[in-house]
């Protein structure tokens, strides 16, 4: 049990080093804007390292709100002249920074979530903070999105599965007031993880080479341009990895699913994609 539990460990941490780095697909800025690729946000953990003053350098800008008790989430991104922040409020808001020095804040562009429909908590609660993946992603000359994700659990007798969701919403510069208008594509499975017990008796557990379904599965994205629209064309491939109860490490099966996104579909990708065995349940 000891050995399963350390190998499905090892596992685990090397699909989600896997799925970040696929999931981006990026190694600069330069090189996102002349691939069309995405580019990565690194979460600064520790604000007051950061900035000592950053309560009185981001909490005291217009629009803003935060707190030492919720903390907001803020993320570096390197630039060519230097690096800017992308900070998530308490008050759902995303808010594009620059730090001119500890304590001084220039806050170049806001956009509140107020009006999209972000997902509930898990204990049925309204969402204080938007939940997103630490990147952006190319949606037009100049423009960029975000994935906004939706992370639902689930527990079974002896295992659970994990599954993430994405909404892809553009952050206009010119709009400040987030709504369904900028969802870009919506009810995208983003990531998942699936165990589920498959020996229940002391001959199962000693005579099967594996005792469980197990499933993992990540999202990657290609971008093209085109003169059709003002956004770029997405292609998206569901790579997932399923190794069944009953057989060996040896029989464990990686499968490819690819499908052109339609803007604001909620439902195509879901039906196309494996997502662990059909996604979470009731969906």
Sequence with gaps: MARHLIKKLL?????LLLAAVCILGIQSTAQAQSQLQAVRLREIKDLDKLDPNWIMGVCNLPGLECNKVEVPRLFERKTETGREFYAVMVNRTISRLEMKAPGQWQLLNRWSFEKYPLPTAQDGSEARMIDIHPALYPAGPGL???AVLDDKLESYSGGGAQFVIADFVTLDPAIT???????????????????V??????????????CHDESTGY??????ATTASRYYDWTATWNETSWPAGVPLSKEKTTQQTLALKPDSKSEAFDAFAFCDGGPAGR
């Design 177 to 195: 007031d987030i709504d369904e208008d900028q969802r870009k594509f919506g009810n995208i499975p983003f990531s998942c993880n699936k165990t």
């Design 197 to 210: 017990r498959a020996c229940f008796t002391e001959k199962e557990h000693k005579t099967s080479p594996h």
């Design 219 to 224: 999202l990657t994205l290609k971008y093209a």
């Design 144 to 146: 960029w999105a975000v």
């Design 11 to 15: 596992r685990l941490d090397l699909f």
